[in-house]
């Protein structure tokens, strides 16, 4: 009897219904409890890099859009939507806004094109190949402001090498006269062409290890029911490319969006504002009203917003259909 009663003091029974008691259950979700806050010291660190990296510029950056500072520079208060109102109302805004989207659409659209092309031909065998994918990776591996220079003195109207080269060519009489990076639409052709010229080194590589990735059975499989080339790009390759795709137009778009060192050093967006894409609008908007690039900051996060959730959507789209 007093064994018995010990170990019912010890152990308490189940109920009538077989459930443990209590103390028991709260044992069990104590140790669900631990066994959930363990991650937590390995997950820490990260969490709080993105919330001191991310989160706060991101709330600071909206904050500020909604606060009013005088000319030099000092918070006078809140403002309300008036640095919207005030951003919505420039004159120059349409047209930055059309030539954004231009500017994304021309560079990463040829970006790819270009990449494309290139990509199945480092893909093969030919001489010299080594030595052309080392040479590829100079204008990624270069600093994009020298690039921007060098491309700027290229164009010098007095003595640029582009300019002479076309004079000595016979494409132009007097290449003195000819000033392109005043002008809006040649300054603009040429700063989308620096823009391909940095960004298909690294859309190469990207495209190149999904070719690579692609198992060489499939294209004897394709040889073999008497597939053509052009057949065996359409059906085969570029389906199978289409994750390193996807990845490859992601960053390039939010990397060309957000390219401020080329459109600044070759024209500083001028003339006027004639060459301004968003992201250098906000730069110069900031130097006459802080709230109302911080405004303009805003606008540019909800579209990288935006194009986010597009390329969610494709992946989980090409993750269904797989």
Sequence with gaps: MTQST?????????????????????????????????????????????????????????????QHFDSMGFDQGSAGWSNFTKLFDEPDLPGVLVRTVIWVVAVVG????????????????????????????????????????????????????????????GF??????????????????????????????????????????????????????GAGTARTYWSITLPLLRPALLVAALINIMNVFNSFPIIYEMTGGGPGNQTSTTTLFMYNTQQTSIGEAAAMSVVNFGFIIVVVLFFLRASRWNTSED
């Design 110 to 169: 040829l970006t790819i094109l270009i990449s494309l092309g290139v990509a199945q031909m480092f893909n093969k065998q030919f001489p010299g190949r080594k030595v052309a994918r080392w040479a590829l990776i100079a204008p990624w591996a270069a600093s994009v402001v020298m690039t921007s220079i060098v491309f700027k003195w290229m164009l010098n109207p007095s003595n640029g090498t582009i300019l002479v080269l076309m004079h000595d060519l």
């Design 6 to 66: 010990q170990a019912g003091l010890l152990e308490p029974a189940p109920g009538s219904d077989g459930t443990p008691r209590p103390a028991a259950r709260s044992a069990g979700g104590g140790r669900r409890v631990l066994r959930a806050l363990a991650p937590l010291p390995w997950i820490t660190p990260a969490t709080a890099l993105i919330l001191f990296v991310v989160i706060w510029p991101v709330v600071s950056m909206f904050l500020t859009s909604r």
């Design 172 to 225: 132009m009489k007097n290449y003195n006269s000819v000033n392109w990076l005043s002008q809006q639409t040649p300054a603009f052709i040429w700063e989308i062409v620096v823009a391909i010229f940095v960004s298909v080194p690294f859309t190469t590589y990207a495209l190149l290890a999904g070719l690579q990735a692609i198992p060489e059975d499939v294209y004897e499989a394709c040889r073999l029911d």
